[in-house]
């Protein structure tokens, strides 16, 4: 498997611009979650996902921030308008949940993506 | 509602030397616990996970932790750290039912040649 997969890598951006983020989880994973990590506030949950059903996003800074996952294979989070307190590294990642296994709730990370707002 | 505790943020080490992290959760109930590494520039990789069983675990690369419940602690060692081992350790704990993982604020490690 190829792994938990984000798209961009980095992005750049203006101030008050639109800035959508792509994860794709590890096939076959149920569970999926959005982290912010800054050298301020260290790694923070924003939102996840079970089964493509958003269950816990009181880590959301704020409605500037929302999160979608259409489908098992594809979420994005999406910030509008963009902020330069929004620059950090975003990751995702994945895991599957609820069968009792020790494999289960192991989360595997994404590479991340490095936002820069000007 | 669930917590870590990671009580040191910065560790500087010499090559060799030994290391323990210290971790504390604070969970009333059965608890899956994990310690994760990022190393510089890299996103996070599990080092080592206790699930049941055996409380002392062994990770990759050398490492191991203990969870020991009457104490709320899952301590991370290893006998004699390398330089390669410089990074930033996180221990996380979920509770059973639970799908998130609750993260410690993280210690980074720096193990001078």
């Known amino acids: 498997d190829a792994g938990v997969i984000q798209s961009p890598r980095h992005e750049v951006t203006e101030m008050g611009q639109e800035v959508t983020l792509r994860c794709k989880p590890i096939?076959?994973?149920?569970?999926l979650f959005w982290y912010r990590q800054t050298m301020m506030r260290g790694l923070e949950l924003l939102i996840y996902?079970?089964?493509?059903?958003?269950?816990?996003d009181s880590g959301m800074p704020e409605d500037r921030f929302s999160a979608k996952m259409p489908n098992a294979s594809f979420s994005t989070l999406k910030i509008q308008p963009s902020e330069p307190r929004d620059s950090a590294v975003y990751f995702c990642a994945s895991s599957f949940s609820g069968r009792g296994l020790s494999r289960d709730y192991e989360q595997y990370f994404g590479p991340g993506t490095r936002l820069t707002v000007t | 509602a669930q917590s870590v505790s990671q009580h040191n943020h910065h560790v500087i080490l010499s090559e060799a030397a030994s290391l323990e992290l210290g971790c504390n959760y604070s969970?009333?109930?059965?608890?899956?616990l994990f310690w994760y590494v990022q190393y510089p520039g890299q996103h996070l990789q599990l080092l080592l996970k206790y699930f049941s069983g055996d409380p002392l675990v062994k990770g990759i690369k050398g490492f191991e932790a203990e969870f020991i419940k009457s104490k709320f602690s899952f301590n991370l060692r290893k006998p004699s750290v390398q330089w390669s081992d410089t990074a930033e350790y996180f221990c996380?704990?979920?509770?059973?039912?639970?799908?998130?993982?609750?993260f410690g604020t993280g210690t980074r490690l720096l193990v001078s040649p």
């Open positions: 096939s076959g994973h149920n569970s």
């Open positions: 969970y009333g109930g059965t608890v899956n």
């Open positions: 996380a704990v979920t509770g059973t039912g639970f799908q998130k993982l609750v």
């Open positions: 996902f079970n089964n493509n059903v958003p269950i816990d």
